[in-house]
């Protein structure tokens, strides 16, 4: 009858639903939000998605908590910032009030800063290869502050070790000041926290800040210009 076939095409999703759960959670770290996004983009039923999410969650499968102390524990491990591994927990949809404890003992990375300007400035620094090394700092987490602090203490080993300093061309001090204005196409960050306090359009944000942005770093660049143009006393 249409209701025996309805019946069993219910239970055949359902299963297809729970098989592809736990194939997704064997093979990564999920969060519960994230289980149930990827199982509806694989093209499972919503509703059966989220009581395969469920199931998972009753054989103790699931646990934000842990997912989250596991995301962080991986960045920290690859030596990536604080803000790469907040980047890390929005992107696996874990709850904001996981966020807390999971980050609280994040550690200084400094070291590892220094350890990888050590290994991309080894063969001399040169503008490009600063460049490179600071811009790919910053898509690792680090704020340019830390940068900063790690090319100071950097640049005190070498002294120690009987090597001169270096100095920052005009190149260079341009490359950093349009860091420090930051021009922020998606501000992630934000949007989080306009999504976890319920906003209506959390990336509404997103077109004001680029406006504000762009016009920090326009200031921040002719500032530079000018200041190539001062003679050095």
Same mark, same amino acid.
């Given at each position: 009858?249409?209701e =025996?076939? %309805?019946? *069993? @095409? #219910?239970a055949a999703?359902q299963?297809?639903?729970?098989?592809?759960?736990?194939r997704?959670?064997?093979?990564s770290?999920v969060?519960?939000r994230?289980l149930? &996004?990827?199982l509806?983009?694989?093209?499972? $039923?919503?509703k059966?998605?989220? =009581?395969?999410v469920?199931?998972?969650?009753?054989?103790n499968? *699931? %646990?934000?908590?842990?997912?989250a102390? =596991?995301?962080v524990?991986r960045c920290?491990?690859?030596? /990536?910032g604080l803000?790469?591994?907040?980047?890390?927990?929005?992107?696996?949809?874990?709850?904001?009030e996981y966020w807390?404890n999971a *980050?609280e003992?994040y550690p %200084? =990375?400094t %070291?590892k800063?220094?350890? !990888?300007l050590?290994?991309?400035?080894?063969?001399g @620094?040169d503008?490009?290869?600063?460049?490179r090394? #600071?811009d790919?700092?910053l898509?690792?987490?680090?704020? /340019?502050?830390?940068?900063?602090?790690?090319?100071?203490?950097l640049?005190? *080993?070498?002294?120690?070790r009987?090597?001169?300093?270096? !100095?920052?061309? $005009?190149?260079m001090?341009?490359?950093?000041?349009i860091?420090?204005?930051?021009?922020?196409?998606?501000?992630?960050?934000?949007?989080? /926290?306009?999504?976890? &306090?319920?906003?209506?359009?959390?990336a509404?944000?997103?077109a004001?800040?680029?406006?504000?942005? !762009? !016009?920090? #770093?326009?200031?921040?660049?002719? &500032?530079?210009?000018v200041?190539?143009?001062m003679?050095?006393?």
């Amino acid at each position: 009858t249409d209701e =025996q076939m %309805d019946a *069993l @095409r #219910t239970a055949a999703g359902q299963m297809s639903a729970k098989m592809r759960a736990v194939r997704i959670v064997s093979a990564s770290s999920v969060s519960k939000r994230d289980l149930e &996004y990827r199982l509806v983009q694989k093209g499972e $039923d919503p509703k059966q998605a989220k =009581q395969a999410v469920e199931w998972m969650s009753d054989l103790n499968l *699931l %646990d934000d908590a842990k997912t989250a102390e =596991q995301i962080v524990y991986r960045c920290i491990h690859k030596g /990536y910032g604080l803000a790469r591994a907040k980047q890390a927990l929005y992107e696996k949809r874990i709850p904001k009030e996981y966020w807390a404890n999971a *980050l609280e003992d994040y550690p %200084d =990375q400094t %070291d590892k800063i220094i350890e !990888f300007l050590h290994a991309r400035l080894k063969n001399g @620094r040169d503008e490009r290869e600063v460049r490179r090394a #600071t811009d790919a700092l910053l898509r690792r987490g680090h704020s /340019y502050q830390e940068i900063r602090k790690a090319m100071e203490e950097l640049r005190n *080993l070498e002294k120690e070790r009987g090597n001169p300093p270096s !100095f920052a061309s $005009d190149e260079m001090c341009t490359f950093l000041i349009i860091n420090i204005s930051s021009l922020q196409l998606i501000p992630i960050n934000m949007i989080a /926290y306009r999504s976890q &306090y319920g906003s209506a359009n959390p990336a509404a944000v997103i077109a004001p800040a680029l406006v504000a942005t !762009f !016009f920090s #770093t326009l200031v921040a660049v002719v &500032y530079c210009k000018v200041k190539e143009r001062m003679p050095v006393k």
